[in-house]
């Protein structure tokens, strides 16, 4: 075959690859996101200094009427959790901080504000479960805010030494799912640093640890089948592993799990979630596609959405709601011009009662 050809039959290939099984419709798209600024602002929280190129959203939640974000800690950004809402007039909605800018004051000693968020999650209760990995003064923490009642905090819980270092450089907390019991409402916390898993009780207010020797975690995601219900993990922040073990394991406080190899994905993962119907999506650090996989059946890795160039390491975030919607932003940091987008599409199963699946 001549280059030429070859080139045109490469060029036919990728089209050819490229998938968009999942109907994603614009929800806002924005070339610069702002905040919306208190009247007469704490020092700490300076809009002078503010930065909208050093905003990085991490990690989402949907609870409602609001989506929840998570942003990178920069000294150029004054907050790092934000609401917005599903829908608006705005086609650029502002970031409003969660709950208030009382909660985000950066003071170095002042400990009871929110310092790094990392992972966060919405519970069908309406509370926000919000992963705070601290600073070099302030210990990690978990806060839960209420979100049916005026977004008031509800518990703040200061992990012990022994379960989260409370030397900066002994902890990196990344991500936080939960699992819903009869009597009682588990989260499940990834420490990149440690060799095991957190796991914190709402019941009694106690966090313990289980041991995985040799591996600690980065991201997680929860099965949603209750009778074998098991937590997906990957091993390190650039993995393509994926690892499962069933959360019965996780009960066992001091106790040591051990989580099974189950794939491998074609790049690095960065991100998963796992929908009704047992689909797992996951986004891969510098790629423009979604995968998803079918947890019933054996790993088999399928591109379900791709587009064009975003030239950026964390290019989508996601999370589900109660809806069976997927809401997922996109960062585009292609030609040197940052601009992001959000997007939703219909998903997941629908109510048990009806055996028809969408087709995804
Ligand atoms: C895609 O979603 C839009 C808006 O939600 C809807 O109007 C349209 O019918 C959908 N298209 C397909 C092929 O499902
Ligand atoms: C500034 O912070 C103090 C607490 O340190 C708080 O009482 C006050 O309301 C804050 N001001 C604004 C405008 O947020
Ligand atoms: C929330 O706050 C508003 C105004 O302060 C108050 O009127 C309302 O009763 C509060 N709602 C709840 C559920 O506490
Ligand atoms: C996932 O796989 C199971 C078992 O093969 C199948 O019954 C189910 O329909 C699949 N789900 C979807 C959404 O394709
Ligand atoms: C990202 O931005 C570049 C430059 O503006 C543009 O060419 C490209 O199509 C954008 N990517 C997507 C997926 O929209």
């Known amino acids: 075959m001549s280059p030429f050809f070859a080139a045109i039959f490469l060029h036919a290939l990728c089209l050819a690859n490229a998938v968009n099984d999942i109907n994603f419709s614009t929800v806002y798209e924005w070339d610069k996101l702002d905040f919306v600024w208190p009247s007469g602002a704490n020092s700490s929280n300076n809009r002078q200094t503010f930065n909208p190129n050093y905003v990085h959203?991490?990690?989402m939640a949907v609870f409602g009427e609001r989506l929840f974000l998570s942003l990178d800690l920069k000294n150029e950004v004054p907050a790092t959790l934000v609401w917005l809402p599903k829908s608006g007039t705005s086609t650029a909605p502002k970031l409003h901080p969660f709950p208030s800018w009382n909660l985000h004051i950066k003071y170095r000693e002042k400990c009871d504000t929110i310092k790094v968020t990392q992972g966060i999650v919405?519970?069908?209760d309406g509370r926000l479960w919000v992963l705070d990995d601290g600073t070099d003064g302030c210990s990690s923490k978990l806060w839960i805010f209420d979100l049916n009642n005026n977004d008031t905090t509800d518990r703040v819980h200061q992990f012990p030494d022994a379960v989260v270092s409370h030397?900066?450089?002994?902890?990196?907390?990344y991500e936080i799912v939960l699992d819903k019991l009869p009597?009682?409402?588990?989260?499940?916390?990834a420490d990149y640093i440690a060799e095991h898993i957190i796991v914190y009780s709402r019941k009694t207010d106690k966090s313990w640890t289980v041991k995985t020797p040799g591996r600690s975690w980065f991201f997680l995601a929860v099965s949603p089948n209750r009778e074998a219900r098991q937590l997906y993990l990957s091993d390190r922040s650039y993995s393509n592993e994926l690892y499962s073990v069933f959360v019965s394991e996780l009960k066992n406080e001091g106790g040591t799990a051990g989580p099974k190899r189950i794939g491998k994905w074609r790049e690095y993962a960065y991100r998963i979630v796992i929908d009704n119907a047992n689909i797992l999506?996951?986004?891969?650090?510098?790629?423009?596609?979604?995968?998803?996989?079918?947890?019933?059946?054996?790993f088999r890795?399928?591109?379900v959405h791709e587009v064009a160039r975003l030239d950026c390491s964390w290019p989508f975030t996601f999370a589900l709601d109660a809806d069976d919607t997927l809401w997922m932003t996109e960062r585009?940091?292609?030609?040197?011009?940052?601009?992001?987008?959000?997007?939703?599409?219909?998903?997941?199963?629908?109510p048990h009662l009806l055996t028809a699946l969408p087709t995804a």
């Not at 987008?341 to 998903?347: C, I, N, Q, R, S």
């Open 57 to 59: 959203l991490r990690y």
């Open 167 to 173: 030397s900066i450089g002994g902890r990196r907390m």
């Open 281 to 298: 999506y996951a986004a891969f650090h510098y790629k423009t596609y979604l995968s998803k996989w079918n947890i019933s059946e054996p």
């Open 332 to 350: 585009n940091e292609s030609g040197g011009v940052l601009r992001h987008k959000l997007f939703k599409a219909a998903v997941g199963a629908r």
């Open 122 to 124: 919405a519970d069908p």
């Open 301 to 303: 890795e399928q591109r």
């Open 183 to 189: 009597d009682d409402d588990l989260a499940y916390i």
